[in-house]
């Protein structure tokens, strides 16, 4: 384990770190903690070495915001009030879940450019209609570094399988929900990768649908209605890794399920999903289009396998193969 990231890491920072990296079996994990970064191929998106270790999944008892009682057999969207604890049930049973070896995670999302030299090499059959369409009715054409949308995990398995014959290995997928979480709260237990509260310049969500949950006017928020592109705002959290809050929901390699189902291991969320092939997938992480309680790391979503929507997108992991 200790070469393989040595040498991934080392093809871009140099011999140097190599050296020192085989005298101390620590030192990737002090890498990941500076959040160094690397990037395999001139075609391969940036990674950010995350650490072995553990940490709980799903939401602490009474951290949602949502102002509406929506959830249980018969729900009846009553506004709750102030006082109220909206504890979601998809969100829960909370629960540790450990990772027995480092893995790399997508610096940022990827990219329309990064999707369409998939396009470009004949590896991606679908080509995304990249635009920002607005709330008057008006469309707006999104540039090479907004993150791409319009695109469903079954079109995101091509490009993950695009990226393994650049490097020769079956080591690129879409992250389990566990790894997403993980590498989102960066060792932290706040309700946002960057802490329990938001602002306009570390996150890209709605002001309408946060001032709707808080029961109060925000004018300190803005509504941008569109993705942003992937390095733009203050948006990386302790472990540099982009917009794991918002800018556009996150499909993952995890099948969708009404409650936690105590997974112990991320090994366990990837025998399920291989179980459940067709299931539909795990969202994490909010989109523009949405309140701030929505990009909780605890919060949960789920899409269709063969659905495209222009608020949902993806980034990768690198594993050891």
Not at 127 to 143: D, R, S
Not at 215 to 223: D, E, T, Y
Not at 254 to 267: I, M, V
Not at 313 to 318: N, P, Q, S, T, W
Request: hydrophobic share 40%; charged share 25%; with cysteine.
């Amino acid at each position: 384990m200790r070469k393989f990231w040595t040498a991934i890491i080392g093809a871009f920072l140099g011999s140097q770190l190599i050296a020192e990296a085989a005298q101390d079996e620590f030192k990737i994990h002090e890498l990941a903690q500076d959040f160094e970064i690397f990037q395999e191929c001139a075609q391969c998106p940036e990674m950010i070495v995350i650490p072995k270790g553990s940490f709980l999944i799903g939401a602490k008892k009474g951290e949602s915001r949502n102002p509406f009682d929506a959830y249980g057999p018969n729900p009846t969207f009553r506004l709750l009030e102030p006082h109220e604890e909206n504890n979601i049930p998809q969100e829960f049973p909370r629960h540790k879940v450990s990772f027995e070896a480092p893995f790399a995670i997508g610096r940022n999302e990827i990219t329309f450019k990064e999707w369409m030299e998939c396009v470009n090499a004949q590896a991606c059959t679908h080509v995304p209609e990249h635009i920002a369409l607005f709330p008057n009715g008006t469309k707006e054409l999104l540039g090479p570094n907004h993150p791409v949308t319009d695109v469903s995990f079954l079109d995101a398995q091509e490009y993950v399988a695009w990226l393994n014959s650049l490097v020769g290995s079956s080591v690129y997928r879409l992250p389990t929900e566990a790894e997403w979480e993980y590498a989102a709260r960066s060792g932290m237990e706040t309700r946002f990768a960057q802490g329990d509260d938001l602002t306009k310049e570390q996150a890209n969500f709605s002001r309408r649908g946060t001032e709707q949950a808080r029961r109060k006017p925000m004018p300190s928020l803005v509504n941008r209605n569109a993705p942003v592109p992937v390095n733009e705002l203050d948006a990386a959290n302790n472990w540099g890794v982009r917009h794991m809050s918002g800018n556009v929901a996150e499909m993952t390699m995890s099948c969708w399920t009404r409650a936690h189902l105590g997974f112990k291991s991320n090994q366990d969320f990837l025998k399920y999903f291989y179980k459940n092939p067709s299931c539909n997938v795990v969202l994490k992480g909010g989109r523009y289009s949405t309140g701030m309680d929505h990009l909780r790391l605890a919060s949960r979503a789920q899409v269709m396998p063969t659905w495209r929507w222009r608020g949902i997108g993806f980034r990768v992991v690198r594993i050891e193969k």
